[in-house]
């Protein structure tokens, strides 16, 4: 079986700035093919819904419509297109604005090579997870797809789920996917992949001295208040509590050691 490809649309108004990001993303991972360079937004929309492309790369300031207008034009009829915004602005508005109008990632100009690729590769990560669900639904049964759900999960994990476009690969309502999944795996999905979570978020604390707010967003929390209500319901204590449960332990440990 061949290596699947993804389809990419660029849009910059500076054709020389255009075709180097383009040749940056293709260097950084050949399975990602250029189907449409574009130098404004209006043929950028028109590249999208000619190619139908798996991600879109735009500059914000382009004439015609902008990079921002863009995202949200294509989002109304295609909500599930990875967007990446690009701008030589570094201005938080920017950040906020994107973040308003569900951009996959925001990138700065000049595009940082090793920023790209880890844009790249979590786009890849998320597609062929994707890829290998619509590839269950083909030929699987409600244990194989919730199996397949389950691992969508582990892979996906610290990005944001949905699961209303989970059920809509398989064509299911939400309420369906949730009864088959707490059938099969025993428990609702949103339940599984916060206890998943968290029990990532036990490891980190135990084997790494991160704060626990950067913990909280490596592991797909909203928020570090969330995080720790989460948390606290699953183990029984705070997250900065079972670090300091750990401290003792390590601790008492260390003082048998010398007796």
């Known amino acids: 079986m061949s290596n699947p490809t993804f389809r990419v649309v660029v849009a910059d108004d500076e054709k020389l700035i255009a075709g180097n990001i383009a040749k940056n993303i293709t260097d950084a991972d050949a399975s990602f093919e250029i189907c449409a360079i574009c130098y404004d937004g209006e043929s950028a929309f028109a590249a999208v819904e000619q190619y139908h492309p798996h991600i879109l790369f ?6 015609l419509l902008d990079g921002l ?5 294509i989002h109304a009829s295609n909500p599930d297109l990875r967007c990446v915004l690009i701008s030589g602005y570094g201005e ?3 950040a906020k604005t994107a ?3 569900d951009a996959f ?13 880890k844009t790249i590769r979590r786009a890849k990560d998320e597609l062929l997870s994707e890829q290998s669900l619509l590839n269950t639904e083909r030929e699987g049964s409600p244990e ?5 759900v389950v691992q969508y999960l582990h892979t996906n ?3 944001e789920v949905n699961f209303a476009n989970i059920a809509k690969i398989y064509g299911f309502s939400s309420s369906y996917l949730t009864k088959i999944f707490r059938e099969h795996a025993g428990k609702p999905p949103i339940r599984y992949l916060n206890e998943y979570r968290v029990l990532v978020a036990k490891k980190l604390l135990r084997d790494t001295e991160l704060p626990i707010k950067t913990i909280a967003e490596k592991t797909g929390f909203i928020d570090q208040f969330y995080f720790s209500k989460c948390f606290k319901s699953y183990c029984g204590v705070t997250p900065s509590q079972y670090k300091e449960q750990l401290k003792t332990t390590l601790a008492s440990d260390h003082e048998r050691d010398y007796d």
């Open 144 to 148: 194989q797809i919730v199996a397949s």
């Open 105 to 117: 990632d925001y990138l700065l100009k000049p595009l940082n090579k090793a920023e790209l690729a």
């Open 69 to 73: 207008s863009l995202i949200e034009r």
């Open 92 to 94: 938080f508005e920017y």
């Open 99 to 101: 973040i308003k109008c």
């Open 157 to 159: 994990y610290a990005g």
């Open 58 to 63: 735009t500059d914000i300031k382009m004439p």
